[in-house]
Nanobody, 126 residues
């Protein structure tokens, strides 16, 4: 059974940093390396939105986090990361990682991702 488990969420002051991790299980090494991966978030009262995306060596970001967040993957550890710097109160949300198994190019579309983690909470206080 394929699973994604996020960790690293916390409460921090504005301007601080956090690194989120997402460990995958149930994927073969070669398969995981070829997956599209993404980080999404959902703040109270708002819809889930895409934050950062990765496929092979390509990355893409929502405009609101460009220059502050960085997505990366350690395929040997089957772990996806989201380094978040210069955090703002508007970054407060539940953060989810997601995977798209059959992938040929980077995607930012929420509906393309078929496997989701349970989320990790990030709270930024000003």
């Amino acid at each position: 059974q394929v699973q994604l488990v996020e960790s690293g969420g916390d409460s921090v002051q504005a301007g601080g940093s956090l690194r989120l991790s997402c460990v995958a299980s149930g994927y073969a090494y070669r398969t995981y390396s070829n997956y599209c991966m993404g980080w999404f978030r959902r703040a109270p009262g708002k819809e889930r939105e895409g934050v950062a995306f990765l496929y092979s060596g390509a990355t893409d970001y929502a405009d609101s986090v460009k220059g502050r967040f960085a997505i990366s993957r350690d395929s040997a550890k089957k772990t996806l990361y989201l380094q978040m710097n210069s955090l703002k109160s508007e970054d407060s949300a539940m953060y989810y990682c997601a995977a798209k198994p059959v992938c040929y190019t980077i995607t930012k579309s929420l509906s393309d991702f078929t496997t989701w983690g349970q989320g990790t909470q990030v709270t930024v206080s000003s």
